[in-house]
Protein backbone atom coordinates (compact mmCIF):
# COMPACT_ATOMS: atom_id res chain seq x y z
CA UNK A 1 0.00 0.00 0.00
CA UNK A 2 2.88 2.54 1.09
CA UNK A 3 4.25 1.54 -2.56
CA UNK A 4 1.19 2.70 -4.34
CA UNK A 5 0.86 5.64 -2.47
CA UNK A 6 5.10 6.59 -2.86
CA UNK A 7 4.29 6.45 -6.63
CA UNK A 8 0.85 7.60 -7.34
CA UNK A 9 2.37 10.81 -5.38
CA UNK A 10 5.65 10.55 -7.98
CA UNK A 11 3.16 10.55 -10.22
CA UNK A 12 1.49 13.58 -9.42
CA UNK A 13 4.49 15.60 -9.30
CA UNK A 14 5.86 14.49 -12.46
CA UNK A 15 2.71 15.57 -14.81
CA UNK A 16 1.92 18.52 -12.43
CA UNK A 17 5.33 19.69 -13.23
CA UNK A 18 5.20 18.72 -17.10
CA UNK A 19 1.55 20.45 -17.38
CA UNK A 20 2.91 23.66 -15.75
CA UNK A 21 6.11 23.53 -18.09
CA UNK A 22 3.65 22.86 -21.16
CA UNK A 23 3.74 27.03 -22.17
CA UNK A 24 6.99 26.46 -23.15
CA UNK A 25 6.17 24.27 -26.07
CA UNK A 26 3.84 27.17 -27.46
CA UNK A 27 6.08 30.32 -26.24
CA UNK A 28 5.74 31.66 -29.65
CA UNK A 29 2.34 33.02 -31.03
CA UNK A 30 0.89 35.34 -34.34
CA UNK A 31 -1.35 38.13 -33.81
CA UNK A 32 -3.62 39.32 -36.11
CA UNK A 33 -7.28 41.36 -36.69
CA UNK A 34 -9.20 44.15 -36.63
CA UNK A 35 -9.82 47.08 -34.66
CA UNK A 36 -10.86 50.61 -34.01
CA UNK A 37 -9.22 53.92 -33.03
CA UNK A 38 -9.95 57.36 -30.85
CA UNK A 39 -8.72 60.53 -31.34
CA UNK A 40 -7.43 62.44 -28.05
CA UNK A 41 -6.60 65.71 -29.93
CA UNK A 42 -7.04 69.19 -29.56
CA UNK A 43 -9.83 68.83 -32.19
CA UNK A 44 -13.81 67.54 -31.29
CA UNK A 45 -14.51 65.65 -28.07
CA UNK A 46 -16.91 66.01 -25.37
CA UNK A 47 -18.18 68.91 -23.39
CA UNK A 48 -15.79 70.78 -21.05
CA UNK A 49 -12.28 71.24 -21.70
CA UNK A 50 -10.37 68.38 -24.36
CA UNK A 51 -8.49 65.64 -22.05
CA UNK A 52 -7.84 62.05 -22.11
CA UNK A 53 -10.37 60.07 -20.79
CA UNK A 54 -13.64 58.49 -21.88
CA UNK A 55 -16.05 61.75 -21.13
CA UNK A 56 -13.72 63.40 -24.37
CA UNK A 57 -14.83 59.91 -26.77
CA UNK A 58 -16.78 61.07 -29.80
CA UNK A 59 -18.37 57.74 -31.14
CA UNK A 60 -18.79 59.28 -34.53
CA UNK A 61 -15.37 59.70 -35.07
CA UNK A 62 -14.02 56.12 -34.68
CA UNK A 63 -11.93 54.85 -37.64
CA UNK A 64 -10.88 51.60 -38.41
CA UNK A 65 -7.55 49.92 -38.10
CA UNK A 66 -5.97 46.74 -39.10
CA UNK A 67 -2.82 44.83 -36.98
CA UNK A 68 -0.49 41.99 -36.92
CA UNK A 69 2.45 40.55 -35.15
CA UNK A 70 4.32 38.50 -32.88
CA UNK A 71 4.39 37.11 -29.13
CA UNK A 72 7.22 35.06 -27.09
CA UNK A 73 6.63 34.52 -23.72
CA UNK A 74 9.98 34.84 -21.54
CA UNK A 75 8.57 33.29 -18.41
CA UNK A 76 4.91 31.96 -17.84
CA UNK A 77 3.12 35.56 -17.11
CA UNK A 78 5.78 37.69 -18.48
CA UNK A 79 5.82 37.73 -22.49
CA UNK A 80 7.22 40.45 -25.45
CA UNK A 81 5.14 41.42 -28.12
CA UNK A 82 6.14 43.36 -31.67
CA UNK A 83 3.13 44.52 -33.19
CA UNK A 84 2.40 46.77 -36.70
CA UNK A 85 -1.25 48.16 -36.95
CA UNK A 86 -2.40 50.75 -39.66
CA UNK A 87 -5.62 52.49 -39.43
CA UNK A 88 -7.32 55.95 -39.88
CA UNK A 89 -7.68 59.22 -36.82
CA UNK A 90 -10.31 61.96 -37.05
CA UNK A 91 -11.93 64.39 -35.37
CA UNK A 92 -14.04 67.21 -35.68
CA UNK A 93 -15.53 70.40 -34.06
CA UNK A 94 -18.74 70.40 -35.44
CA UNK A 95 -19.68 67.16 -33.44
CA UNK A 96 -18.42 68.49 -29.96
CA UNK A 97 -20.94 69.98 -27.25
CA UNK A 98 -18.01 72.81 -26.38
CA UNK A 99 -18.94 75.82 -27.11
CA UNK A 100 -16.12 77.28 -28.12
CA UNK A 101 -15.15 74.62 -29.76
CA UNK A 102 -18.36 73.85 -31.84
CA UNK A 103 -17.68 77.50 -33.17
CA UNK A 104 -14.50 77.12 -34.42
CA UNK A 105 -15.01 73.99 -36.89
CA UNK A 106 -12.53 72.71 -37.60
CA UNK A 107 -11.98 68.89 -38.61
CA UNK A 108 -9.28 66.41 -39.81
CA UNK A 109 -8.75 62.65 -40.94
CA UNK A 110 -6.18 61.21 -42.11
CA UNK A 111 -3.71 57.73 -42.20
CA UNK A 112 -1.91 56.07 -39.15
CA UNK A 113 1.00 54.13 -38.72
CA UNK A 114 2.21 52.41 -35.85
CA UNK A 115 5.10 50.00 -34.65
CA UNK A 116 5.32 49.21 -30.98
CA UNK A 117 7.01 46.44 -28.90
CA UNK A 118 5.47 45.86 -25.60
CA UNK A 119 5.82 44.32 -22.35
CA UNK A 120 2.91 41.95 -21.30
CA UNK A 121 1.93 40.70 -17.73
CA UNK A 122 -0.36 37.94 -17.13
CA UNK A 123 -2.31 38.30 -13.57
CA UNK A 124 -2.79 34.68 -13.45
CA UNK A 125 -1.76 31.67 -15.34
CA UNK A 126 -2.57 31.08 -18.99
CA UNK A 127 -4.97 27.70 -19.71
CA UNK A 128 -4.56 26.20 -23.34
CA UNK A 129 -7.61 24.89 -24.15
CA UNK A 130 -8.91 21.48 -25.19
CA UNK A 131 -6.70 20.00 -27.92
CA UNK A 132 -8.06 20.39 -31.26
CA UNK A 133 -11.90 21.11 -30.52
CA UNK A 134 -13.61 24.07 -30.50
CA UNK A 135 -15.74 22.99 -27.46
CA UNK A 136 -14.49 26.47 -25.60
CA UNK A 137 -16.79 28.03 -28.12
CA UNK A 138 -20.00 25.98 -27.76
CA UNK A 139 -19.87 26.33 -24.36
CA UNK A 140 -18.11 29.23 -22.20
CA UNK A 141 -15.68 28.41 -19.96
CA UNK A 142 -14.20 31.45 -17.67
CA UNK A 143 -11.19 29.79 -16.44
CA UNK A 144 -10.13 29.84 -20.20
CA UNK A 145 -9.71 33.93 -19.58
CA UNK A 146 -6.60 35.32 -19.26
CA UNK A 147 -6.11 38.45 -18.35
CA UNK A 148 -2.75 40.98 -18.61
CA UNK A 149 -1.47 44.38 -18.91
CA UNK A 150 0.93 45.71 -20.79
CA UNK A 151 2.87 48.88 -21.15
CA UNK A 152 5.45 49.46 -23.80
CA UNK A 153 6.97 51.84 -26.57
CA UNK A 154 6.79 52.30 -30.07
CA UNK A 155 7.13 55.20 -33.30
CA UNK A 156 4.01 56.17 -35.08
CA UNK A 157 4.11 57.88 -38.61
CA UNK A 158 0.56 60.36 -39.15
CA UNK A 159 -0.67 62.59 -42.34
CA UNK A 160 -3.54 64.66 -41.22
CA UNK A 161 -5.79 65.97 -43.70
CA UNK A 162 -6.72 69.51 -41.97
CA UNK A 163 -9.65 71.62 -43.12
CA UNK A 164 -8.39 74.61 -41.78
CA UNK A 165 -4.51 74.29 -40.62
CA UNK A 166 -3.91 77.99 -40.56
CA UNK A 167 -6.84 79.11 -38.09
CA UNK A 168 -6.95 82.12 -36.11
CA UNK A 169 -9.34 84.11 -34.26
CA UNK A 170 -9.57 86.94 -31.21
CA UNK A 171 -9.23 84.59 -28.83
CA UNK A 172 -7.14 81.55 -29.55
CA UNK A 173 -4.36 81.51 -32.61
CA UNK A 174 -2.84 78.83 -34.43
CA UNK A 175 0.33 77.79 -34.98
CA UNK A 176 1.50 77.40 -38.51
CA UNK A 177 5.08 76.37 -38.29
CA UNK A 178 5.50 73.26 -39.97
CA UNK A 179 5.77 69.99 -37.76
CA UNK A 180 7.42 66.81 -38.47
CA UNK A 181 4.77 63.33 -39.33
CA UNK A 182 6.56 61.13 -36.93
CA UNK A 183 6.64 61.02 -33.12
CA UNK A 184 6.95 58.47 -30.23
CA UNK A 185 4.23 56.91 -28.85
CA UNK A 186 4.26 55.02 -25.73
CA UNK A 187 0.84 52.02 -25.77
CA UNK A 188 -0.45 51.19 -22.25
CA UNK A 189 -3.55 49.11 -21.17
CA UNK A 190 -5.58 45.67 -20.63
CA UNK A 191 -6.10 43.20 -23.01
CA UNK A 192 -8.07 39.41 -22.62
CA UNK A 193 -7.19 36.08 -23.90
CA UNK A 194 -9.82 33.45 -24.12
CA UNK A 195 -8.06 29.93 -25.17
CA UNK A 196 -10.44 28.09 -27.89
CA UNK A 197 -8.00 24.96 -28.18
CA UNK A 198 -4.60 24.44 -27.64
CA UNK A 199 -3.35 26.48 -30.81
CA UNK A 200 -6.15 28.96 -31.46
CA UNK A 201 -7.33 31.96 -29.09
CA UNK A 202 -9.36 35.26 -29.41
CA UNK A 203 -8.40 38.64 -27.88
CA UNK A 204 -9.64 41.68 -26.76
CA UNK A 205 -7.28 44.41 -26.32
CA UNK A 206 -8.57 48.23 -24.80
CA UNK A 207 -5.53 50.98 -24.66
CA UNK A 208 -4.52 54.40 -25.18
CA UNK A 209 -1.55 55.66 -26.87
CA UNK A 210 0.29 58.95 -25.51
CA UNK A 211 2.53 60.49 -27.99
CA UNK A 212 5.15 63.71 -28.03
CA UNK A 213 3.44 65.01 -30.35
CA UNK A 214 1.07 67.69 -30.90
CA UNK A 215 0.26 67.58 -34.71
CA UNK A 216 -2.10 64.09 -34.99
CA UNK A 217 -4.71 66.55 -36.03
CA UNK A 218 -2.62 68.80 -37.78
CA UNK A 219 -3.23 71.52 -35.32
CA UNK A 220 -2.12 72.75 -32.58
CA UNK A 221 -3.65 75.84 -30.13
CA UNK A 222 -1.30 78.44 -28.90
CA UNK A 223 -2.99 77.89 -25.45
CA UNK A 224 -2.58 74.10 -25.71
CA UNK A 225 -0.83 72.51 -23.23
CA UNK A 226 -0.89 68.53 -23.76
CA UNK A 227 0.16 66.66 -25.97
CA UNK A 228 -2.28 64.31 -28.84
CA UNK A 229 -2.99 60.62 -28.28
CA UNK A 230 -5.38 58.00 -29.14
CA UNK A 231 -7.25 55.05 -28.06
CA UNK A 232 -7.79 51.92 -29.33
CA UNK A 233 -9.70 48.72 -28.85
CA UNK A 234 -8.50 45.51 -30.78
CA UNK A 235 -10.30 41.79 -31.98
CA UNK A 236 -8.06 39.33 -32.45
CA UNK A 237 -7.27 36.02 -33.40
CA UNK A 238 -3.98 33.92 -31.79
CA UNK A 239 -2.41 31.55 -33.27
CA UNK A 240 0.53 29.65 -31.32
CA UNK A 241 3.75 28.28 -32.74
CA UNK A 242 4.68 24.92 -31.36
CA UNK A 243 8.72 25.52 -30.50
CA UNK A 244 11.29 23.09 -31.71
CA UNK A 245 14.28 21.94 -30.42
CA UNK A 246 16.34 24.42 -31.53
CA UNK A 247 14.41 26.95 -29.59
CA UNK A 248 13.17 28.28 -32.43
CA UNK A 249 9.18 28.33 -33.85
CA UNK A 250 8.43 25.74 -35.88
CA UNK A 251 5.58 27.22 -38.40
Given at each position: ?????????????????ADAQRWKRVRYE?????????????????????????K???ISQTRPGIYGGFRYKFKERLAGK????????????????????????????GPLLETSVVGEYSLMRERLGSRYTFSNIRRFKMKYINTYVFAGIGMIAFWPNNSNPTYKSNS???KTKSFSHVAA????????????????????????????TDYLDGHSDTYSTSRDGYLTVMVGLNYKLKTARSGLPRF
Open positions: MKKIILLLTISFIVFSELIYGLGINIAMTDLGGGPGEGGFGFDIDFLLSFGWLAGNDAMTPEESRNGRNISFSEKGAFPIGIGFKYGINRKLGVSLEMGGRFTT
